[in-house]
């Protein structure tokens, strides 16, 4: 049972290029998040997801997208990397009705 | 949703108890109170989450008066390990699919 998993560990894109953050829970949780922490800043909520081919906006949407075809896997698309996406990328789930979300260990984004 | 409020910074000597006061003005009816920690590097961890009185696990206790509009954690006998950043959430009852974290509490344990 491995939780919350995120690839890559770390990652220096260039200013432009695109990648996708992976996500993958096996704790059959229904709720997703990602959410973006810049240095000495706490978490800011780029997008979520209630289930499968349900997801939604948060605080800080622009310049991401992420899609949700299964209860499993929730991938954070970066089109256009720019400086400002330099941060360090959370994935979290939960259960409905449970205030409790389990987080992936993260992805260091550094984009120049 | 209930904007949160903590100090920015605490310092604290191995074995004392600490206690982190989070202020929620705006708290609403169905909203429920939460606890993260965060170490260095690593995603939040959740600790506790209460909606009045008092709540206590095996790792800290959770202090929230009649007008829930603070709420305290209390750590027992805090060691060189509890250093971290602590975060107060606010979330809606049943719904929670919205919550923001605030820049915490610094948390230092001096041994």
């Known amino acids: 049972n491995a939780g919350v998993t995120q690839t890559p560990k770390f990652r220096i894109l260039k200013i432009g290029q695109s990648m996708t953050l992976q996500c993958t829970q096996d704790?059959?949780?229904?709720?997703m998040y990602w959410y973006r922490q810049d240095p000495g800043m706490g978490l800011k909520l780029i997008y979520y997801s209630v289930g499968a081919g349900i997801t939604d906006k948060g605080e800080v949407p622009n310049g991401y997208n992420v899609s949700r075809s299964t209860t499993e896997d929730f991938p954070l698309r970066l089109e256009l990397a720019a400086p400002s996406q330099t941060s360090v990328y959370f994935c979290?789930?939960?259960?409905?009705?449970?205030?409790?979300?389990?987080f992936g260990p993260g992805t260091r984004l550094t984009v120049t | 949703l209930a904007k949160t409020t903590q100090p920015i910074s605490m310092d604290s000597y191995e074995g004392q108890e600490v206690n982190i006061t989070c202020s929620h003005n705006?708290?609403?009816?169905?909203?429920?109170i939460t606890w993260y920690q965060q170490f260095p590097s690593q995603g939040p961890r959740f600790i506790i989450q209460g909606y009045k009185t008092k709540v206590t696990n095996e790792v800290a206790s959770l202090f929230i008066p009649a007008d829930r509009k603070s709420s305290t954690l209390s750590l027992p006998r805090v060691s060189l390990s509890d250093t971290a950043v602590y975060y107060c959430?606010?979330?809606?009852?049943?719904?929670?699919?919205?919550?923001?974290f605030g820049t915490g509490t610094k948390l230092q344990v001096i041994p």
């Open positions: 704790m059959n949780h229904n709720y």
């Open positions: 959430l606010v979330a809606l009852s049943g719904g929670y699919q919205k919550v923001t």
């Open positions: 705006n708290i609403a009816t169905n909203d429920y």
């Open positions: 979290a789930c939960k259960v409905s009705g449970s205030y409790e979300q389990y």
